[in-house]
């Protein structure tokens, strides 16, 4: 995750922050940097919240490291002693009685928006907690289809699995002799029995084989769970791409910290079932080309091989999961594919001239697009103004004023980018300019120049977050401006509160949020632990708000804080990976200090692609 580079390298950071998705790196102007921006509020800056989300880069680490030892000594033990069938004397008469029970009648599939989905996840083990931030991921994205119900795999009950359209279960903790098994027998009978969509991510595929004995897995689903491992070789290679529905796209793990993609062994022969592979792992360690299945499908069953919320990026192949959820949730979904585009970092201190010239070339293009506007403009410091503190409003730029309606009577919509985009007279983390500050998270820069998250502004609380919002609508309707129905949270960090705080206010927020431990669980919230996520649909998240794709990042010419550049070509490329999601969105933005030519590329390479654009409010 170390794409997205806009002037808030902050908000990068801050997924870089998010590791195991993706260490979102760098991003950031140096403070001393920023400083001489000619007065000008939206200062270039690497995108704080870039293409990469996830989580916590040091967690990520040692759970590798677990689960690669786990999956040596379970290879040594299947060496040593052959499987066996150790079914429990209830399960195999559960199993042997199970011809009775209707369970393997044909699902019908829901109405568009209204599927169900369970989530279960693991809790146990020194990395149980990981369990609850990748089922946050995978509800998150179920919003898109429906309702969804996340629960600890250990409270699954006999027979959940019917009053759902799908279950997708995260094995995240490694069960062993020295972590026992959490997952119940009824969950795995009942998955060998039903017919209902069950999407398996990474762990414990191999203890349902031994529980319902190889001989039931294998004459179901065509493939033997005990004798695959993440090594081959004894090494897990070097898997750099997935290749999927004809995109090739990326992986990209730090050395050393890579769990691996299990290797199914399959061992369909004539007259068993058919396994399908439906993405393929691509290795080129030591300078060859190996492929194996990344996911394969048989009966109900879909296994992907490893957990693809861990470094992430716009390219990656978590694309193939978020599609691959249409199949269980949405199978008659039409290929589609529409983009968006917002204009980013609007202030008071903007240049109407240069905004003109853009909303001239997109009206030219019958492009609609969002306007990001911050109605204050604050300087606490004087960085931009020789030692004295300023503050402008959108009340005191009428020229200003008169160019946002003109774009908004040609085929813009207003998005309130938070009240001043900046936290007090604190450097958070950089100077205190609006646009280049963290407004409702606190933030640091490192010795490495990262930008490391704080936690939540100490004075956070829903009535401080409102208060804010309150004078943020408060600016718009001074100038008569309509009332803006969306969001885009600054440099893309909050509390949960906040994000509740959000919803009550605006109808949709177009960004990519933090999701932090607790909020499955019903836990207090843990502002140390926490999910980075950026979608390629529109979804109803785990708050319970709706958030609108942006899933590209921005135009980036320069390298900032180990981020390179990213080009108008980079953002085309992004979005051609992204039309592996059958009906998904390429969603960027644009600094309007930059010229126009760049986002003129930017656009017709996306519609090229075949993209259409629509305008942001219509998703609401």
């Known amino acids: 995750m170390s794409e ?34 000619d007065g000008r509020g939206d200062a270039d800056r690497s995108s704080a919240h870039g293409s990469s989300t996830g989580v916590r880069a040091d967690e990520l680490k040692g759970w590798a490291a677990a689960q690669r030892s786990a999956d040596a000594e379970r290879r040594a033990a299947k060496s040593a002693r052959p499987t066996t069938e150790n079914r429990s004397p ?8 199970a011809t009775g029970r209707q369970a393997r009648t044909a699902p019908l599939a829901a109405e568009p928006g209204e599927a169900k989905t369970l989530v279960l996840y693991d809790t146990a083990g020194p990395f149980g907690h990981l369990g609850e931030l990748y089922a946050m991921g995978v509800a998150n994205l179920g919003g898109h289809f429906g309702t969804v119900t996340a629960k600890p795999v250990q ?5 959940l699995i019917e009053a759902y359209d799908a279950t997708v279960y995260i094995g995240s903790t490694y069960y062993s002799e020295e972590i026992p098994d959490a997952v119940p027998e009824d969950f795995y009978l009942d998955t060998l029995l039903s017919e209902r969509p069950v999407i398996w991510i990474g762990e414990n595929i191999w203890n349902m084989a031994n529980s319902i004995s190889l001989q039931e897995f294998q004459y179901r689903y065509g493939w033997d769970p005990t004798s695959s491992f993440y090594e081959t070789d004894g090494s897990v290679g070097q898997i750099s791409r997935v290749d999927y529905k004809g995109q090739q796209l990326t992986r990209k793990i730090p050395a050393g910290q890579d769990a691996g993609v299990l290797h199914p062994h399959i ?16 290795d080129t360690a030591g300078g060859t080309t190996k492929t194996s299945p990344w996911a394969i499908r048989s009966g109900n069953l ?19 999961f978020q599609d691959m959820l249409f199949d269980a949730l949405a199978p008659q979904t039409a290929e589609q594919h529409r983009a968006m585009v917002r204009l980013e970092d609007i202030t008071p201190l903007s240049d109407a001239t240069s905004m003109r010239a853009i909303a001239d070339y997109l009206k030219s293009k019958n492009i609609p697009y969002g306007i990001n506007v911050i109605p204050v403009y604050s300087d606490p410091k004087g960085v931009q103004n020789n030692g004295v503190a300023r503050t402008v409003r959108l009340s005191q730029r009428p020229a200003l004023v008169n ?10 919509v207003l998005m309130d980018h938070g009240y001043t985009h900046q936290y007090g007279n604190a450097d958070n983390p950089y100077n205190g300019l609006s646009a280049d500050d963290f407004e409702f998270f606190r933030a640091h820069v490192d010795a490495t120049d990262t930008v490391i998250y704080d936690g939540p502004a100490t004075e956070d609380s829903a009535e401080w977050a409102q208060g804010r919002v309150t004078a943020a609508l408060a600016e718009f309707a001074r100038v008569g401006l309509p009332t803006p129905r969306l969001w885009v949270t600054p440099h893309y960090a909050a509390s949960a509160t906040d994000y509740r705080v959000f919803a009550q206010n605006f109808a949709a927020r177009m960004e990519r949020p933090l999701y932090f431990a607790g909020t499955l669980s019903g836990e207090p919230s843990d502002s140390s632990r926490y999910l980075g996520q950026f979608f390629p649909y529109p979804v109803t998240d785990v708050y319970g708000t709706k958030v609108l794709p942006e899933n590209l990042g921005s135009y ?19 979005a051609k990976a992204n039309l592996a999601v ?28 075949g993209y259409t654009f629509v305008s942001p409010e219509s998703l609401i």
Do not use: C
């Open 155 to 159: 409270e699954y009950t006999p027979g």
């Open 90 to 97: 209830e399960l195999s008469k559960r199993l042997a009685s």
């Open 267 to 282: 061992t369909a022969a004539a007259g068993d079932p058919q396994v399908t592979t439906v993405a393929q792992a691509v």
């Open 302 to 320: 879909t296994y992907i091989g490893e957990i693809p919320f861990t470094y992430v990026s716009e390219t990656d192949r978590i694309l193939a």
């Open 556 to 574: 980036e010419p320069d390298a900032h804080n180990n981020n390179p550049p990213r080009l108008a070509a980079d953002l085309v490329k992004n």
């Open 582 to 609: 059958r009906d998904g969105f390429a969603s960027f933005y644009y600094h309007p200090y930059q010229p126009v030519e760049p986002l003129k590329e930017t656009v017709e390479g996306i519609l090229a692609l």
């Open 403 to 412: 160019t946002l309606k003109y774009m908004l009577a040609n085929g813009a």
């Open 4 to 37: 997205p580079w806009r002037r808030a390298r902050s908000a990068w950071l801050a997924v870089i922050a998010l590791a195991i998705a993706a260490l979102v790196g760098g991003g950031l102007l140096a403070p001393a940097t920023a400083a001489g921006r």
